[in-house]
């Protein structure tokens, strides 16, 4: 896989996931929620902080976060790059692009969407950098699908959990996430195809 099929995939991939929140992001106030199937639902959140939704130290926190995700883009650039020049396998190549399109996906609302924006509770967010009420390197990363495949109380015999109300599976995520999610996941299942003992 060369290098302009690479750039390709990464584009691709970006425009589904920029054009799929800015959408959500105008179209839907915070929290609606529209159901496609029981078990597949558009649930519009922002996701503040890191992976599942985690906080992490207020607006110092997440300026930290952004440039640690900025720095970690580089890397996986750089790791792409030797990549495509040793001519590594292609599932090697395609799952890089996944991870670093995905990663560059969120970082984009990182980065931009704060001052890019208006918010989003209890109104639609326009595009309005005057209105925006954001600041550079602290906006939020725009979440929607959402897969409750199965919701129940689980049986009191199942350990610390049991009696408990359970929804698997209960993250709600976006197209960068998936397409990380998908290049890991390629790498964990390929990795005996992509990286053969010598």
């Given amino acids: 896989m060369n290098t302009k099929k690479s750039i390709l995939l990464i584009i691709i991939v970006l425009l589904i996931d920029q054009i799929s929140k800015i959408y959500i992001k105008t179209n839907f106030q915070l929290g609606e929620e529209i159901y496609v199937f029981d ?15 985690t906080e992490i130290g207020g607006k110092t926190g997440k300026l930290i976060l952004t440039l ?33 399109c995905g990663a560059l ?27 925006a009420t954001g600041a550079i390197f602290h906006g939020k990363v725009v979440d929607m699908l959402y897969f409750p495949i199965w919701q129940g109380t689980l049986p009191k015999w199942i350990p610390s959990i049991g009696g408990n109300y359970f929804t ?8 960068a996430d998936s397409a ?6 390629i790498l964990l299942i390929f990795s005996k195809t992509i990286f053969p003992k010598k």
């Fill in 39 to 53: 078990w597949f639902r558009i649930h519009f959140i922002e996701n503040n902080g890191a992976a599942w939704g």
């Fill in 68 to 100: 640690f995700r900025l720095c970690a883009i580089v890397g996986i650039g750089y790791w792409l790059r030797k990549s495509i020049k040793e001519n590594a396998h292609n599932l090697l190549i395609v799952s890089i692009s996944l991870i670093f």
């Fill in 105 to 131: 996906g969120n970082i984009i609302d990182s980065v931009f969407y704060g001052v890019l924006f208006t918010d989003s509770y209890g109104q639609l967010a326009t595009f309005n950098p005057s209105e």
């Fill in 168 to 175: 698997f599976f209960n993250a709600i995520f976006n197209v």
């Fill in 180 to 185: 990380i999610t998908i290049g890991v996941m």
